[in-house]
C-alpha cells in the first residue's frame, strides 16, 4: 500500500510539472505581449507589428515574452513556439546580480528581473545581451532611460568578479563574464 502510494504521489509530480511547462509554452505562444529583439538594437519591437520578410530588414536575436519574462533563441525559419520544445530552458543566468548605475549609485536594481526569467536557447547558443536584458526590463517596468545620461551596466558573476560595462553592451552576457574583466 505505501509502494502505491509512493509511486502515484512521483505521478503526480511529474505530471504536474509537464503540465506547468505545458502551460508556460501555451501562455507564451498565445500572448499578445511577443516581442522581438534586433542585433545590435535594444528596443523591443512587437512581434505583430515587425515586417522581418522585408530584404533590408534586420534579423531578430530574441524572442521575448513581456507576460512569462521569457527569452526565446531565434533561428530562421523556425517559430518561437516549435524552438520552445527542442531548447534547453535555463533558469539562472550567469550573473548573481545586475543593475544599472550612475556613477557609485545603483539607479534600477535588476536582481529581481533577471532572476524572474527563463532562456530557451541551444546549449551551444549564447545568452541574451546586456543590451537585450535592459530593453526587456524597461519594457516590463516601463522605464525608459535617458540614454543622455551616463548609466553603466553592474554585474556580479559567479565568481564574485564586479563588471561594469557601457549601457548598451551588445556582447552577449555568458561571453563577458567568461572573457577579460572590463572596468
Same mark, same amino acid.
Given at each position: 500500500?505505501?509502494?502505491? /502510494?509512493? !509511486?502515484? @504521489?512521483?505521478?503526480?509530480?511529474?505530471?504536474?510539472?509537464?503540465?506547468? %511547462?505545458? &502551460?508556460?509554452k501555451?501562455?507564451?505562444?498565445?500572448?499578445?505581449?511577443?516581442?522581438?529583439l534586433f542585433?545590435?538594437?535594444p528596443?523591443? /519591437?512587437? !512581434?505583430s @507589428?515587425?515586417?522581418t520578410?522585408?530584404?533590408?530588414?534586420?534579423?531578430? %536575436?530574441? &524572442?521575448?515574452?513581456?507576460?512569462t519574462?521569457?527569452?526565446?533563441?531565434?533561428?530562421?525559419?523556425?517559430s518561437?513556439?516549435?524552438?520552445? /520544445?527542442?531548447?534547453?530552458?535555463?533558469?539562472?543566468?550567469p550573473?548573481?546580480?545586475?543593475?544599472?548605475?550612475?556613477?557609485d549609485?545603483?539607479?534600477?536594481?535588476?536582481?529581481?528581473?533577471?532572476?524572474?526569467?527563463?532562456?530557451?536557447?541551444?546549449?551551444?547558443?549564447?545568452?541574451?545581451?546586456?543590451?537585450?536584458?535592459i530593453?526587456?526590463w524597461?519594457?516590463?517596468?516601463?522605464?525608459v532611460?535617458?540614454?543622455?545620461?551616463?548609466?553603466k551596466?553592474?554585474?556580479?558573476?559567479?565568481?564574485a568578479?564586479?563588471?561594469?560595462?557601457?549601457l548598451?553592451?551588445?556582447?552577449?552576457?555568458?561571453?563577458?563574464?567568461?572573457?577579460?574583466k572590463?572596468?
Amino acid at each position: 500500500m505505501l509502494r502505491l /502510494y509512493s !509511486r502515484l @504521489s512521483k505521478g503526480y509530480d511529474v505530471l504536474k510539472d509537464k503540465f506547468s %511547462q505545458l &502551460y508556460e509554452k501555451a501562455v507564451f505562444i498565445f500572448s499578445d505581449k511577443l516581442y522581438l529583439l534586433f542585433e545590435n538594437n535594444p528596443t523591443p /519591437y512587437l !512581434r505583430s @507589428s515587425v515586417n522581418t520578410g522585408a530584404i533590408s530588414s534586420a534579423l531578430p %536575436q530574441w &524572442y521575448f515574452n513581456q507576460d512569462t519574462k521569457s527569452f526565446i533563441y531565434w533561428k530562421v525559419g523556425e517559430s518561437p513556439e516549435k524552438s520552445m /520544445y527542442d531548447y534547453l530552458a535555463y533558469t539562472q543566468l550567469p550573473v548573481l546580480s545586475m543593475a544599472i548605475t550612475k556613477g557609485d549609485e545603483c539607479v534600477h536594481d535588476l536582481d529581481d528581473f533577471i532572476n524572474s526569467l527563463t532562456v530557451y536557447k541551444p546549449e551551444d547558443a549564447d545568452f541574451p545581451s546586456t543590451a537585450h536584458l535592459i530593453g526587456a526590463w524597461s519594457l516590463s517596468s516601463k522605464i525608459v532611460l535617458d540614454t543622455t545620461r551616463d548609466y553603466k551596466v553592474s554585474l556580479l558573476t559567479d565568481a564574485a568578479d564586479s563588471i561594469s560595462l557601457p549601457l548598451y553592451t551588445y556582447e552577449a552576457l555568458d561571453t563577458l563574464v567568461k572573457g577579460p574583466k572590463i572596468e
